[in-house]
């Protein structure tokens, strides 16, 4: 039978334990007791038997062997004298054959002694004691059934106590084995239910100790996993949104140029601008997700070559200047340094795309500007908006995964929360860092720095 239950297993494994113990402490008590209890009775018998042996010693007559033998009437213990040829002399009680055994062997002694002491196989413990010199014999029983007796009622105590002691003990071991588990039992059902899809899940533990840990971890692990579902299914719609805009403008412009109803030669490349436009937005998106997939498994490698940052971000604006002018936006580049770096072009590129694309984004009105300088011995890029900023709590946050400001304002721009933690990998990438400092309504200003004595 398999047991399921670990408490029950834990209680079955106490209690066996327990039990084990008890039987050994048991079969100690027992041997002590009864080997203590022996020793007793020998040496009783044999000081009581050359008691009366030195008594008989000055006066072996008939009197004294009568006197003798009357004083061990009414006891357990029985008496028997001989001469010195172990004929019977006198005896407390008739002489059966067990009492007549050692006599019959007829052996001469010369001092007290026990002669058997195997109480458990014969009637008697016997003991002799020589009468003077060699005048007779004085023999003492003490019979094995008063021993017996006794151990039966010391055994029978112990197994009341026993049983009263492991009543007791299986009380405690299936409290404190339910107490000890209890916590188990419920990261169980918890972890069933984070199985099933309800990652939340609150486990009571209390104190500090391995179990306790344990039971926050799965706790943690729970909400952690939570927050990755919900953000996974954001950034999902997210995408899907991303995708599907573009793909719709694509889609309407292709459509009609394809049917050649626009004759205009102006009005065709306004449209193929769009959706050149529009390809170039679906590229960086899918550039990100690219980006992402190779950092979350390691495969994350630069391939550099020597390049001027400043025609990286002269090529970005060229591209994100259409959008700045729908907004209104002035964008513009101001080049103070330049230095010639190591860099991964494309990457490089995708990271500034993002960052000016975000400034273009989250501004509503006045300008975007990037500035490259030196500054100590890094190459500074300074991306500079006049936009919406960003709250103060969420500074740390925006370069996680998926996360975006507030959901409301960033439903109606758009975007999956993935540009940022793009751009600050391939920085730090490039050996470099990039920082942010903000004011709500009034700007936002991130910051790269490039190592300018890079090697090539
Ligand atoms: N220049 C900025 N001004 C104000 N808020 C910003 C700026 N740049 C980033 N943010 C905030 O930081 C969040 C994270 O930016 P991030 O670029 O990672 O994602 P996103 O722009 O929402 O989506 P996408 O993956 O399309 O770039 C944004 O949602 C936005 O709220
Ligand atoms: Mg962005």
Known sequence: MK?????LKLGLWFSTIFIALLLILGFILYGIFTNFLTDFI???LVARGNNHARNLEGQFTKEAIEHAIGMERGVSTRILITDSNHQILGSSIEPNEDMMEQ??????????????????????IVSVSPVGNDSGYVYMYYPSSKLKDMTFVMSLLSLITSLGIMFVAFGLIGILSRLFTKPLLSMKNATIQMAQGQYKQKIPVKGNDEIAQLGNSIQALGEQLQYYETTRNEFLAAVSHEIRTPLTYIKGYSDVLSKGIIDSREEQEEYLKIITKEVNRLSFLVNDLFEMSKLQVGKFELTK???????????????LKPAADRKELELKGEYKADVLFPVDVRRMEQALYN????????SDKGKVTVISFLQNEFLVIEIKDTGIGIPEKDLTKIWERFYRVDQSRTRKTGGTGLGLYVAKQIIESHGGYITVKSKENEGSVFSIFLKAKSEI
């Open 42 to 44: 020998e040496q009783d």
């Open 355 to 362: 960052l000016i694309e975000n400034a273009i984004k989250y």
């Open 103 to 124: 006599i019959n062997i007829k052996k001469s002694f010369h001092e007290g002694q026990i002669l058997e002491n195997d109480w458990q196989d014969h009637e008697y």
């Open 305 to 319: 070559e020597p390049a001027k940052m400043n025609d990286i971000i002269k090529k970005i604006i060229t591209n």
């Open 3 to 7: 047991l399921k239950s670990i408490s």
